[in-house]
């Protein structure tokens, strides 16, 4: 009897849940059919692809099937782990990563800022359209660029050479992938990035500008302290965001890139799961890869997200 009375709150809190649910469906039922593209879509692209990740803990072959095939356990993940490559792949992951994330994620930051004290709206335009640009090159033609720019007859080289420098084919020694790569990924991000901390900064009452002048505050200080502190919220989202796509580094660019005379700093862990997979049909051993991939970046996420609430209770839930 008793508990027949401690599941009566229970069920009227479903009922009245379930209630909730039926009236918001029914008030927003034009919202609601405009989001089930998105919803099939990751469902379609995003959650049902899951079933296949399956493959990593399996000696996977293609005439067999996914359920066919012999399951092997933990075995692709420590021939990984145990692999000459696994340090170099992971170092250098992190490595370009965290460059970027030092000076790629705060490019478009700067720029918004630097966009926003600009009080000529023509030149503001032109300067948004030109940084816009890039983002807009396919990353082919960008790649290319790269190749022609760097190479030892490129601009870059006829440049250092007005100079009195060496002619230098940049991408074929190892030290300098890095810094190529992570300053053309600034040049073809940078104004596109800028857009969304440009509309943040639309949301900032312009009244409290005003109260600042008023009080004599310069437009140095206006920045510190009520444009800044204005953008925090999205800064800390996208970081957050950021952070939990470290290991994520795009294996198209690195492949378009890199040869086999720079693999000690260009190879990263998506180039190596298409070497692996793809090149050698070795397709359980890159599943595995990728998996611990997936897992690393959804770890660092959460921590990013646990971090940013205890400092600065902005977070994404």
Not at 60 to 79: Q, T, V
Not at 120 to 142: A, C, D, E, G, N
Not at 264 to 276: K, L, M, P
Request: aromatic share 16%.
């Amino acid at each position: 009897m008793g508990e027949i009375y401690t599941r009566q709150p229970i069920i009227r809190k479903i009922a009245g849940i379930g209630n909730f649910l039926i009236r918001d469906l029914k008030k927003h039922r034009y919202i609601y059919i405009m989001a089930i593209p998105v919803l099939v879509y990751y469902i379609v692209f995003y959650y049902f692809p899951m079933y296949g990740a399956q493959i990593a803990f399996k000696a996977f072959n293609p005439g067999k099937g996914i359920l066919g095939s012999p399951w092997i356990g933990l075995r692709n993940f420590r021939d990984f782990f145990g692999s000459v490559y696994f340090i170099r792949v992971l170092r250098n992951t992190m490595l370009i990563s965290l460059y970027g994330l030092l000076f790629s994620f705060p490019a478009p930051i700067i720029l918004a800022l630097l966009l926003n004290e600009l009080r000529s709206m023509l030149f503001k335009r032109v300067v948004q359209t030109i940084s816009y640009l890039p983002h807009f090159i396919s990353l082919m033609v960008v790649c290319g660029m790269i190749l022609d720019f760097t190479a030892k007859n490129g601009l870059i080289n006829d440049i250092i050479e007005i100079f009195g420098g060496k002619r230098v084919s940049f991408l074929l020694y190892p030290q300098y992938f890095r810094f190529i790569y992570v300053s053309s990924d600034i040049w073809q991000t940078i104004g596109w990035g800028s857009i969304i901390y440009l509309a943040a900064l639309t949301s900032i009452d312009p009244a409290i500008y005003e109260a600042a002048t008023i009080d004599g505050a310069n437009r140095w200080k206006k920045m510190l302290h009520i444009t800044l502190p204005g953008l925090t919220p999205t800064i800390v989202i996208l970081l957050i965001l950021r952070i939990g796509q470290m290991m994520n580094v795009g294996f198209e660019k690195t492949i378009l890139l890199y040869n086999t005379n720079i693999y000690e700093t260009a190879d990263v862990i998506s180039s190596f799961v298409y070497r692996r997979g793809l090149l050698e049909f070795n397709y359980s051993y890159s599943a595995a890869v990728g998996f611990f991939n997936s897992v690393v970046n959804f770890s660092l996420m959460l921590f990013a997200n646990w971090a940013s609430r205890k400092v600065t209770e902005n977070s994404l839930w």
